[in-house]
């Protein structure tokens, strides 16, 4: 880029640019006012590319923590961490026990009424929605990331196989369906298909597992 634009000199002017010339050194602060023009059009053509990658940069790690949030939101989504049954008590613990059966009991009993309602703990897909055994009327949700949350002696079950729930949704009502001795929720959490203690996931994702998420 050269010198635009520069204005004629005025007569009194020429006459100080003669003398100066006269000198014999005008050409040389003009060569310099130029290069140094350069100069700075240049750096300022840098800065700006600059200030675009800057830009690109900060708008991909904004996308970036956007795409993460939402990721960890769903994750967040998946995990068991309501009461399925609202303000029960827990009147049967994850526990070695000898009544009404001797044997590891692997879910927690809620106290509950026949014919409360029964929520999902987490948003997911129902896996299975049928009688098993001691179980009674059960209802089983994948939740992802190898959790399934189990609902047991069921009164009614209002979800079909392959429904998507979301958390807090209604999915049955209590009953006393199976090997049961009155009406209550057996409520069961398997992590990777092993029971896992339920009671630190009904008011909120356990600090640990929070820690844990990525
Ligand atoms: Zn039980």
Known sequence: MGIHGLKTPSRQHRQ???????????????FAV??????????????????????????????????EALARDRMMAGIPSIDPVDGAAVVGCFCYRVSPDVGFHQGVDLGASYGETVRATAAGTVATADWDGGFGQKVDIDHGNGYH??????????????????????????????????????????????????????????????AALP
Do not use: C
């Open 149 to 210: 949350t189990w609902y047991a002696h069921l009164s009614r079950i209002d979800v079909g196989v392959g429904d998507r729930v979301v958390k807090g949704q209604p999915i049955a009502l209590v009953g006393s369906t199976g090997f049961s001795t009155g009406p209550h929720l057996h409520y069961q959490v398997m992590l990777n298909g092993t029971p896992i203690d339920p009671e630190p996931y009904l008011a909120g994702v356990p600090p640990k597992v929070l």
């Open 16 to 30: 100080k640019l003669s003398r100066v010339q006269t000198k014999g050194d005008f050409g040389v602060q003009a």
């Open 34 to 67: 130029e290069h140094k023009l350069n100069a700075l059009s240049a750096a300022s053509n840098a800065t700006l590319a600059e200030a675009i990658l800057l830009q690109r940069m900060t708008m991909r790690i904004l996308n970036m923590r956007h795409i």
